[in-house]
């Protein structure tokens, strides 16, 4: 598949809660810090700062084709990373604002009484990874976690499911985890 065909313009503002993150310095210090800080995104072996800056570095400048979104007010990232058009992506999520309930209703409290996300905004999460696949002609898009919040968030909203698991497959503060392998197949 030729890059020509792909309608960038369409990708690039998709709807209302989701925007290509433009990488400016002070949004990619502040990404390569939360990435460091957060819980259950890196594995002990990556989480320094040297090995985060160049990672976060190559989102926006490396060989590989990568689209990162800004989910709200810099509430988080949703990224489609090592795009291979015709064949398959990589998806990495973070949100980091546990605030961020866009289009929720005070009667749709969730666990302990928080306010979940409403259904427009997890159209929305489905509707960039159908955008993205249809626009790069994907057959599989590959996530991993650890974290099982992220895992239901992927299955729940993205249309994702589970293909595996690597039992010690991910170090955090010395303990061991198992990694969820986790893809979105298309026909």
Wanted: charged share 25%.
């Amino acid at each position: 598949m030729d890059i020509k065909e792909v309608n960038l313009d369409r990708l690039k503002h998709p709807s209302k809660n989701l925007r290509v993150l433009q990488p400016t310095p002070e949004r990619m210090v502040d990404l390569s810090a939360r990435l460091l800080a957060a819980p259950m995104f890196l594995a002990d072996e990556h989480r320094n700062t040297e090995w985060v800056d160049l990672l976060v570095a190559a989102m926006f400048a490396g060989p590989q084709l990568n689209l990162v979104y800004e989910i709200g007010e810099w509430a988080g990232v949703l990224a489609f990373q090592d795009i291979w058009p015709g064949y398959k992506a990589d998806v990495s999520f973070l949100l980091w604002d546990n605030g961020f309930t866009p289009g929720a209703k005070q009667e749709q409290s969730g666990l302990r009484g928080k306010l979940c996300w409403g259904a427009d905004f997890i159209r929305e999460l489905r509707d960039i990874a159908d955008l993205v696949m249809e626009g790069f002609k994907l057959k599989r898009l590959g996530m991993t976690s650890p974290e099982k919040h992220t895992v239901d968030i992927a299955i729940k909203f993205l249309g994702f499911k589970v293909e595996g698991h690597q039992k010690y497959g991910f170090r955090e503060n010395g303990r061991m985890f198992t990694q969820n392998l986790l893809r979105r197949v298309k026909g």
